[in-house]
């Protein structure tokens, strides 16, 4: 399954394009980066709307 913020529907089929386990575990750390920016963010407007 695929998700862009254009476009929040997923595709009714999932589909994949890893290659092998290294590849899963670059992208398990795109993710956990992503998340952490996220977070990041999410703690900047929270200190933005708390003053």
Do not use: C, K, Y
């Not at 899963?24 to 200190?47: G, K, N, P, T, W």
């Amino acid at each position: 399954m695929s998700f862009s913020f254009t476009n929040p529907r997923p595709d009714p089929e999932p589909s994949f394009s890893f290659t092998g386990p290294a590849d899963v575990e670059e992208r398990l750390r795109e993710i956990a980066d992503m998340a952490q920016e996220i977070l990041r963010l999410v703690a900047e407007v929270r200190r933005h709307i708390s003053n």
